[in-house]
């Protein structure tokens, strides 16, 4: 496999604001402490983190939206007005169907074609849902992203999205939330396992990067990106030049 060139961006964003994930406990997620900005401002922080790894795709986790609460749709939309170098704009908003991704996608007009909706394995209600969140026939369904989500080994799964690959999209993000934000480094494995479910997916990795020896891992691994915060803002990871 080819080493992963390819960095996705990410903020996480909880009431406006830019937080530093640490292990997926959400509840104690506070603003970010960067060494690249002095802001928590979500846009001055995406710019930032777009600039220095030169990434045309942005990852945001709604944080309001994966607890229960509402989607931030203003801010989503600012993000998207301001970031016009930024080919597609990945949304986790903890979407439990098709429906909830649709209404999105519609309530931001025109820069709606820009979202990407990433459906969680930890938010997906059922099987039902799962088969019409990839519906090829549909634009957003031909673009979405699955999420396979596990904590401390376990699969954040009530629709039973690891155990059914043929429903899979082409895309795959494998989540191990634990290592998000804790430098202990990629879960490999589990991408190497979800590799010889899908032989023929683009897959994603999320969690744990600490270096550039890290990305050379995961290709190695089988992942053609991975997601990255932690090691942006702590400058683990050299600046990238287009």
């Not at 909706?117 to 990839?134: I, K, N, Y």
């Not at 744990?208 to 997601?227: K, N, Y």
């Amino acid at each position: 496999m080819p080493v992963p060139t390819q960095l996705i961006a990410v903020i996480d964003l909880l009431g406006g604001q830019v937080v530093r994930g640490v292990r997926g406990d959400r509840h104690a997620y506070r603003p970010i402490v960067s060494a690249l900005c002095r802001s928590s401002e979500p846009l001055t922080v995406a710019r930032v983190l777009c600039e220095h790894c030169a990434a045309r795709r942005l990852y945001v986790a709604d944080l309001d939206a994966l607890m229960g609460g509402t989607l931030q749709v203003g801010v989503l939309r600012a993000l998207l007005q301001g970031l016009p170098d930024v080919d597609e704009l990945w949304v986790d908003g903890g979407f439990a169907d098709a429906d909830a991704a649709v209404a999105l996608v519609g309530a931001l007009g025109l820069d709606g074609d820009r979202v990407v909706p990433v459906f969680g394995s930890e938010s997906l209600s059922s099987r039902d849902a799962l088969v019409r969140c990839f519906d090829r026939g549909s634009a957003l369904g031909a673009r979405a992203v699955l999420s396979l989500d596990r904590r401390d080994g376990v699969r954040l799964d009530a629709a039973g999205c690891w155990d059914a690959p043929s429903l899979w999209p082409q895309r795959v993000i494998v989540m191990t939330l634990e290592r998000v934000g804790s430098g202990a480094g990629p879960d490999l494995q589990t991408l190497r396992d979800v590799r010889v479910k899908a032989p023929n997916a683009t897959l994603v990795g999320a969690g744990g990067l600490r270096s550039q020896a890290d990305l050379v891992l995961a290709g190695e691994a089988g992942a053609s990106a991975w997601l990255v915060a932690s090691a942006l803002h702590d400058l683990q990871i050299p600046r990238v030049h287009r």
